[in-house]
């Protein structure tokens, strides 16, 4: 592509940078805010799949870049919990080609089930993290991490937040990369095999790496100083940036685009530079208790402004030292199932059967509301079983009989199966029930495909996993699928029965998302020419 001026999010801005840098391949698994990134990526050209998970992800992207291939990963924050074991290992053994993994936080919880702060993974890790503030930044970072993954040989991690990956802003790109190296595999088993004897030297080369990156990081031109009035100085990073721009226009600013490792020498002299100097930052106090630890003489926000999203009015609050209450903000329309959703049924029924429902993350978290108030746990991805399972173990029998399990069919793609190998293995007295509510797609982050569609990332024909086959594999005492919405009673008895046996039973309720099914239409008949 040559040289253009654009309108993008900031998710389109990283699609739109790794097809300019030669990118090989794009794998992750969609989590708001980070979905579009590889659906964009494969609309331009871009080679982009959907893994069932992103520990899976991960490790198909770490392979691909001990080939030498140029590679991106993309999750939620949360997803970064799932691919931690791979990615504390992969910033060891470090990469051939490049890697940079798109992580989006999510500060204030628009669609997520926690809020942490990614920023300290860089650290725990020990992986450099670009930080941008708006879509170009994403578009230039993309791509510089792409070079420093490459120059450096380690991963990189590319944080977003929700206000980047959706925010757009005008992007100027550059010229696609020319000589992109082609992917070539060079044996180095102690690299690659970490065993004690090879990751203790390992551990000591990711060191010097980073001790590398900090002495880049100390000459680089991405960390800005803005001079203003020397009274107050802050240091902030990514969309908090922004904000403070905006709060404290006369300010003078120390904007830090490589937030892991810092710059601290040429941050201890901006803040010696200035009367007060404060950072601000959104989510942890990552920043500030760095330097602190660095003796670098700074002020940080409140604990009141670690909740939530930063805007100006906050920020400004924060530079006043205002701890008084904030406002209350007005009350949305709570989200809820669609009124046309064939799985409403299965909650009208938990409900009025009055199980104790062990539920999981997706459109069927929306269980837990009214008129439903049909779900008593959540935790994350694939939970609804082994939590289930928890429950079943240690309660009484009259409750234990109660305890359901209900997962969407994505999320058992997920992290459903090890789950159901749990459930057989250490099966409770009473047995088990699962309850997959299959609605043909992944639903609640747009509408994407997974292995149980039988369609990849594209839409194109893939092979379509057999949740049936696979439970019968296991040798789970019932499997049975139905329809919920013409087989309501069906479903009713069978959930007494269930309940009143020592079986472990998986009920597959089986009835394509009213949003999709259109579209679902579309794909399986374009799919037969």
Known sequence: MSTERLLLSGNEAVARASFDAGVHLGTGYPGTPSTEILENFSAIGGKAQWAPNEKVALEVALGAAFGGGRVIMTTKHVGLNVAADPLFTGAYIGVSGAL???????????????????????????????????????????????ELSSKFQIPVLLRMTTRVCHSQTVVNTRAADQD?????????????????????????????????????????????????????????????????????????????????????????????????????????????ESLKAADINVEGKDQMYRFGELNVPRVQRIINNDISEEATPPKGKPPELCLGCPHRISFELLRDMGCIVSGDI?????????????????????????????????????????VVSVLGDSTFMHSGPAGLIEMVYNKPATGHIVIILDNSITAMTGMQEHPGTGRKLDHSPAYQVNYEDLCKSLAIDKVLTLDPRNQKDLLEQTLKDAMDSNDTTVIICREPCILAAKKIKEFEKKNKR
Do not use: W
């Open 100 to 146: 940079v993994i798109v992580d989006a936080d999510d500060p204030g919880m628009a669609s997520s089930q926690n809020e942490q702060d990614n920023r300290n993974y860089a650290k725990a890790a020990g992986l450099p993290m670009l930080e941008p503030a708006d879509a170009q930044e994403a578009y230039d970072f993309t791509r510089l991490g792409i």
């Open 362 to 402: 997706g459109c069927y978290t929306l269980g837990v509301l009214p008129p439903f108030s049909a779900m008593d746990t959540c935790v994350c991805m694939g939970a609804s079983i082994t939590a289930g399972l928890g429950l079943r173990h240690v309660l009484p029998e009259e409750q234990a009989r109660k």
């Open 180 to 288: 992109i190296p082609v992917p070539n595999y060079i044996k180095d088993i102690p690299s690659r095999v970490m065993i004690p004897a090879y990751a203790r030297p390992a551990h000591r080369r990711l060191r010097k790496k980073l001790a590398e990156i900090k002495a880049y990081n100390e000459m680089t031109t991405i960390n800005t100083i803005i001079k203003g009035d020397s009274k107050l100085g802050i240091i902030t990073s990514g969309v908090s940036y922004v904000h403070a721009r905006e709060a404290a226009p006369d300010a003078s600013f120390m904007k830090i685009s490589m937030s892991h490792p810092l710059p601290t020498d040429k941050i201890k002299a901006f803040a010696e530079s200035v009367d007060r100097c404060l950072v601000i930052e959104e989510g942890d106090p990552f920043l500030f």
